[in-house]
T-cell receptor, first 114, second 115 residues
Framework: DAKTTQPPSMDCAEGRAANLPCNHSTISGNEYVYWYRQIHSQGPQYIIHGLKNNETNEMASLIITEDRKSSTLILPHATLRDTAVYYCIVRVGRSSTNAGKSTFGDGTTLTVKP | GAVVSQHPSWVICKSGTSVKIECRSLDFQATTMFWYRQFPKQSLMLMATSNEGSKATYEQGVEKDKFLINHASLTLSTLTVTSAHPEDSSFYIC???????????FGSGTQLSVL
């Protein structure tokens, strides 16, 4: 799986948008970009994923650059409960026998402040 | 959405005993399950990949005789830490994916403390 690079930490004011960047310059054509977050002492929680197009769901938006070498996770209105470690992962999709195998980097610790 | 249930949430055991952790997919058939471990303030480290009905594939440096993985059905995988020692104390997390799903869902994790 491709390696990802994320800033180690970010702060965000409550109610403001949180924009978390991720670089994945060695991503392959069949690899998806996934975002998860982990709140202390819990399992990672799925947020969103995409291949080429931008995606939006009830939790967040995912913006993927045209060359797919980087992406940004956007939490539109951050709350204190969004404080967590956010992981950006690239991995092959369901068509591969290794579908689901994920290599976690160090992630970004997002702290939402009142 | 899909749910992966992991049990127990935490376990304390004496050195030398074996501990079994269960991971169940509740509303989908998990053709593949993954086991991770996580030390404090560190990221998740993949230990092994298990496919239903076949032997698990272990990552480099993970002792297969120490960490026994069984994936006997499409909804259940177990990780047994055999002859646990204090250095095995860690947060263990499972994840599961199905043949028709792109998403990967994680269990809530098991905190193992070996005394």
């Amino acid at each position: 799986d491709a390696k990802t690079t994320q800033p180690p930490s970010m702060d965000c004011a409550e109610g403001r948008a949180a924009n978390l960047p991720c670089n994945h310059s060695t991503i392959s054509g069949n690899e998806y970009v996934y975002w998860y977050r982990q709140i202390h002492s819990q399992g990672p929680q799925y947020i969103i994923h995409g291949l080429k197009n931008n995606e939006t769901n009830e939790m967040a938006s995912l913006i993927i650059t045209e060359d797919r070498k980087s992406s940004t996770l956007i939490l539109p209105h951050a709350t204190l409960r969004d404080t967590a470690v956010y992981y950006c992962i690239v991995r092959v999709g369901r068509s591969s026998t290794n579908a689901g195998k994920s290599t976690f980097g160090d992630g970004t610790t997002l702290t939402v402040k009142p | 959405g899909a749910v992966v249930s992991q049990h127990p949430s935490w376990v304390i055991c004496k050195s030398g005993t074996s501990v079994k952790i269960e991971c169940r997919s509740l509303d989908f058939q998990a053709t593949t399950m993954f086991w991770y471990r996580q030390f404090p303030k560190q990221s998740l480290m993949l230990m092994a990949t298990s496919n239903e009905g076949s032997k698990a594939t272990y990552e480099q440096g993970v002792e297969k005789d120490k960490f026994l993985i069984n994936h006997a059905s499409l909804t259940l995988s177990t990780l047994t830490v055999t002859s646990a020692h204090p250095e095995d104390s860690s947060f263990y997390i499972c994840s599961a994916s199905g043949a028709v799903r792109e998403k990967l869902f994680f269990g809530s994790g098991t905190q193992l403390s070996v005394l």
